[in-house]
């Protein structure tokens, strides 16, 4: 029954959800009939939206903002494109971990699991330095995981108290898991928290949040369907795993298990299995493989699968020579100038996301020097260690103080001579195309890489 005095039913998921469609195309400054002080921090905006649309008071209970109803109410960021289409701007925090509690939190009586099950997305577009207050909101969505999402959640969870209860949460990454990160929060030089199982290390603020790649799949599917409030959306995505599967083992071993039955086979061998055609000796020649395998023939490219592209996964092929070296480094997307100038943050960065993201490495290894008779060799799962995020950071700083300086040109950038992990150079089928750049001026296009002799590396420690 609706609540006369709030305009919903707090009790009811279907009355709160609809009673957020009349904040669409708003601002808070259109509900508020007295002077206000805008709360500070990023969870200020949620607290402003419960108490002035939704008139409820705020507290610091750890149960879902409708509690009544099993929701939580989340207000999360998008931002305008070059192409003036809306993106997500950042991953969605969830909530904070408490490293001494979490480790005694089944998934199903977990903090994060009973408040947000089922969610109301309110999304908003960001302006830098507005006031709250004035911030339009675009989209409202009541989410509910699907109950395949849940059975991959659950398995990052499980991975995520491992590692604490192994006494390493100064060692969680956001690249350990695929749909739930374990994210920094607070600032460098923040207080660090006590961590249960190892008294001599402290760990860095993290909190459970639905890393960007999962948001931006929501997102899409929000605009896909051509409104801006709904009750649920669903995935119209090609699936890698079915939800039977993952029943009995996690996402990453039933990849792997793809693999088991052609290790130390040619790649013709492959190719035939799978009919797939070699005689033009098309250049990815080793990525269709690949993705054959770990699609068992259903996919060209697996990065495109439900799966990868909600957790930001990426598959990449290597090449090792019989001698042992790699010859080639290996490219990633272009820099979008515009993102790195408007971002300050290191940690809200894209290049962040993509070094921080898991990768699916898949080597073919020469048994003859010089014959091109490759066999595959092994393949694993792979997240950058936290000393190899720290190296990029300042390889994104060089970059940034590039763009700031609007000195984007290779003599300014990370060689690959440097021999620092990472360096910057144009994609050879991009070489000369030119973009605007943020402050003016015509520019070319450059690529994110890893360094051979880095990749060499991360092979040979697997």
């Excluded at 508020?32 to 939206?49: A, F, I, N, P, W």
């Excluded at 000393?387 to 060089?398: R, S, V």
């Excluded at 003599?411 to 994609?427: N, Q």
């Amino acid at each position: 029954m609706i609540n006369q005095q709030l305009g919903y039913d707090p009790t009811s998921a279907e009355s709160i959800w609809r009673y957020s469609a009349g904040i669409l195309g708003h601002t808070l400054r259109e509900f508020v009939s007295r002077e206000y002080d805008s709360k500070t921090g990023k969870g200020g905006l949620g607290q402003m939206v419960e108490e002035i649309y939704f008139h409820i008071a705020n507290n610091s209970r750890a149960e879902a903002d409708f509690a009544k109803a099993g929701i939580e109410l989340k207000c999360t960021p998008l931002k305008k494109g070059s192409k003036d289409e809306f993106q997500i701007k950042e991953r969605l925090v969830c909530n904070m971990i408490n490293y001494c509690e979490v480790v005694n939190e089944p998934f199903e009586e977990s903090h994060f699991y009973t408040k947000c099950q089922l969610m109301l997305l309110l999304f908003y577009l960001h302006v830098n330095d507005a006031n709250k207050l004035d911030l339009e909101f675009l989209i409202s969505l009541l989410w509910r995981f699907p109950a395949k999402d849940i059975a991959i959640i659950r398995h990052d969870y499980e991975t995520i108290i491992s590692k604490i209860k192994a006494g390493k949460a100064h060692e969680l990454s956001e690249g350990d898991t695929l749909y739930l990160g374990a994210c920094r929060k607070g600032q460098k030089g923040d207080a660090l928290r006590e961590q249960p199982f190892n008294a001599d290390i402290k760990a860095p603020r993290r909190a459970f949040s639905l890393k960007p790649a999962y948001m931006r799949i929501i997102l899409d599917m929000v605009l896909k369907s051509g409104k801006n409030h709904l009750n649920m959306v669903q995935p119209e995505l090609s699936e890698l795993v079915s939800s039977r599967a993952l029943k009995t083992k996690s996402f990453e071993q039933i990849v792997l298990d793809r693999f088991t039955p052609f290790y130390g086979k040619k790649y013709k061998v492959i190719a035939n299995k799978f009919n797939i055609n070699l005689s033009n000796q098309p250049k990815n020649t080793f990525a269709m493989l690949a993705h054959a395998i770990a699609s068992k023939g259903k996919s060209s490219n697996v990065n495109h699968t439900e799966e990868f592209m909600k957790a930001g996964l990426l598959l990449k092929t290597i090449r090792v020579q019989a001698n042992g070296r790699i010859n080639e480094s290996m490219a990633f997307e272009n820099i979008d100038y515009n993102e790195v100038h408007e971002c300050e943050d290191w940690f809200e960065s894209r290049l962040y996301e993509i070094f921080s993201s898991r990768f699916l490495f898949v080597v073919f290894r020469e048994q003859t020097e010089g014959q091109g008779d490759y066999v595959l060799d092994k393949t694993f799962f792979w997240t950058m260690s936290q000393d190899d995020l720290n190296t990029a950071e300042k390889y994104w700083t060089n970059i940034r103080d590039c763009v700031e300086n609007n000195t984007i040109s290779p003599e300014y950038f990370w060689k690959i001579s440097d021999h620092r992990c990472f360096h910057v150079r144009p994609k050879a089928r991009v070489a000369n195309d030119t973009i605007e750049a943020p402050l003016g001026g015509q520019v070319h296009k450059y690529c994110y890489w890893f360094n051979n002799e880095y990749i060499t590396n991360i092979v040979n420690n697997n």
